[in-house]
């Protein structure tokens, strides 16, 4: 996009997530019961690493834009080195090939065709596999919340039981309110993605 030396920059972002119409708001004493009856059943276990999927958008001369999903795992290994590994795959089009823009050229690949897989030397500034997730002495603001829960999902993989205290947390922040149910672009397009928090 181009635009005059007088005009706003142009900006290329996502619009905002909306709740959809007529959908009813669980309440957050319905979630942190759900998280807690899953905990009881669930797998336990912190680990370090994170499996996620996403995707990002293709556009190829002769057709409509084409999303690339992928999956993510990503490993810490007792010499503090990581391994990970990348996976083209759709759920919601099992079989379908998508494109990638791996090498010289955008190609098509088969859904399940691994893209990478990488072994990480360790880092200084990794923490070690036996450090726990950072926490503070003092509970800390819904803001700073909401980001240490960003940085924790962002580098460990919960169990069910620290799935179920990262509900209960969320649920006692202040100004934290559920607002009824919204369709992730993620999900709707291609693929799945869990809820933070979710058992």
Do not use: K
């Amino acid at each position: 996009m181009l635009g005059g030396p007088g005009g706003p920059p142009a900006v290329a972002a996502p619009r905002p997530l909306t709740v959809q119409a007529r959908s009813a708001p669980v309440s957050l004493e319905q979630m942190t019961a759900l998280a807690d009856a899953a905990a009881a059943v669930g797998p336990p276990g912190l680990r370090r690493g994170t499996h996620v999927r996403s995707w990002s958008l293709g556009i190829i001369d002769d057709g409509p834009p084409v999303t690339l999903p992928e999956e993510r795992v990503v490993r810490s290994n007792p010499d503090d080195s990581r391994t990970e590994v990348v996976v083209v795959t759709d759920p919601g089009h099992p079989g379908r090939p998508v494109l990638t823009d791996d090498g010289e050229t955008p190609h098509l690949v088969s859904d399940g065709q691994v893209l990478s897989r990488t072994t990480y030397p360790p880092s200084w500034s990794d923490a070690t596999p036996e450090a726990w997730p950072p926490h503070g002495a003092a509970p800390p603001g819904t803001g700073q919340l909401l980001d240490l829960v960003r940085e924790l999902i962002g580098h460990w993989t919960l169990g069910a039981c620290e799935s179920a205290a990262l509900v209960r947390l969320l649920a006692d922040a202040e100004g934290v309110r559920p607002a009824g149910r919204v369709t992730d672009r993620v999900r709707h397009t291609c693929t799945t993605s869990p809820a933070p928090g979710a058992c």
